[in-house]
């Protein structure tokens, strides 16, 4: 267990607060802003205290060369401003300039501020000590509540708190709360534990399912990657997505979970098409697909099968849909595999959805209060699934 902000005295105190505000957005308005109402408990617990919070983050994967407006934090300090309905400032177009250094010298107690952009520096990506130290400016708490950029050691991850020598360095209430459900998933589940595995690439989720094969009772595979492993068994797949070269490791991975006695699902039937389109020629097929046609979707037959499974479980670890939800015509898979979930954490089970594919799906069915948890890290989750540690975690003071 990792030492709490909640534990730590902030009043008068500059925290610093690396948070995950990397959030869709579209012709400079949010479309998703879970990211930031998750921050928010943390956010909070500073101000309410009396402290400083001094808001660091990324958004998205600009140049590294200086400001760019397509890159601007900016729609994320307002949105917070709303949130927290009080002014959240926003000094300068740099995290690290002058005006940026006089905005935080001017805090009073209580007070809000975000940073631009960290990544408008290449130090950022490069976890460059010398930036990490002007980043941190002169904190005296270093808090990590971004789950989203967990896996990665970038300097405002991993420098600025290295910079921090003597300092308390913390996690967020986000970052307490995503480690607990993860972790706690994958050593100590409660059984039966079933695993939902889905999504475009066999080979993203091979690791995970390498992790989980000795730890599951069920591992369920839908989506794209289900044809590689259906291929792997000499089965028909017309012209559905496969991963040629990953067809020997599907393979292995049948062989262990025989060897494990993990049950590996895979679907029986499967929604087509001719193209990879809403429109065409959409058909069910029973077992073999037929020449010209791709699998989009798990089919009913399946879908049952899995909701079963799913309502006998305890614990539920979902990563990946089952199907190209974006179009109507296949979104009915993963639709289904959602419910069960949600029935089933009614009755008690602990359900996890970890993946940003996955976990946009459950926001944009309106299915996500009925999860124990809905991660916001994609990939910080799907590598906490593989049971990788993260230094930016790692690195703080324990509880
Ligand atoms: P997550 O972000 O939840 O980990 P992934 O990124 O692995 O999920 O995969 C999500 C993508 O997989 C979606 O865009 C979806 O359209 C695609 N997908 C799911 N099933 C199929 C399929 N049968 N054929 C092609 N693409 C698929
Ligand atoms: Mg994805």
């Not at 029973?286 to 010209?292: Q, T, V």
């Not at 959602?338 to 799906?361: E, N």
């Amino acid at each position: 267990m990792k030492k709490n902000i909640a534990s730590v005295d902030v009043s008068g105190k500059k925290v610093f607060v690396r948070v995950d505000f990397n959030v869709p957005i579209e012709d400079g308005k949010i479309t998703d802003d879970r990211r930031i109402r998750s921050a928010l408990p943390t956010i909070k617990s500073i101000i309410d205290r009396g402290g400083k919070a001094i808001l660091a983050s990324h958004l998205g994967r600009p140049e590294g060369t200086g400001y760019e407006a397509e890159f601007t934090l900016a729609p994320a300090a307002k949105r917070l401003g709303e949130l927290l309905g009080k002014p959240v400032g926003f000094p300068s177009q740099d995290a690290i300039d002058a005006a940026s250094d006089a905005a935080v010298a001017a805090m009073n107690n209580g007070d809000v501020l975000l940073l631009e952009n960290v990544r408008f520096h290449k130090a950022e990506k490069k976890g460059d000590a010398a930036f990490a130290a002007k980043l941190a400016h002169g904190a005296d708490v270093y808090v990590n509540d971004a789950f989203g950029t967990c896996h990665r050691p970038e300097a405002s991850m991993v420098a600025v708190p290295k910079s921090m020598t003597g300092k308390p360095k913390v996690v967020g209430f986000l970052v307490e709360k995503e480690v607990k459900f993860l972790s706690g998933a994958i050593s100590a589940p409660t059984k039966p534990f079933v695993v939902v595995l889905g999504g475009a690439k066999v080979s993203d989720k091979m690791a995970c399912i390498d992790n989980l094969l000795p730890k599951a009772d069920h591992i369920i595979i839908g989506g794209a990657m289900a044809y590689t492993f259906l291929r792997a068994l000499g089965k028909k797949v017309g012209s559905s997505r496969v991963e040629e070269d990953r067809i020997a490791d599907a393979k292995k991975t049948l062989d262990l979970a025989a060897k494990l006695k993990c049950e590996l699902h895979l679907p029986v039937d499967h929604v087509c098409n001719t193209q990879f389109s809403e429109h065409g020629d959409i058909e069910v097929f029973d077992g073999d697909i037929k020449d010209g046609y791709m699998g989009l979707d798990i089919g009913p037959k399946t879908q049952t099968k899995y909701a079963l499974l799913i309502a006998k479980a305890k614990t539920v670890v979902w990563n990946g849909p089952m199907g190209v939800f974006e179009m109507s015509p296949f979104a009915v898979g993963t639709k289904s595999v959602a419910r069960a979930m949600v029935d089933a954490t009614k009755k008690g089970a602990t359900t996890i959805v970890g993946g940003g594919d996955s976990a946009a799906a459950v926001e944009q069915m309106h299915l996500a209060e009925g999860f124990s948890h809905v991660s916001t890290g994609g990939g910080a989750s799907l590598e906490m699934l593989e049971g990788k540690k993260f230094e930016s975690v790692e690195l703080l003071d324990n509880a």
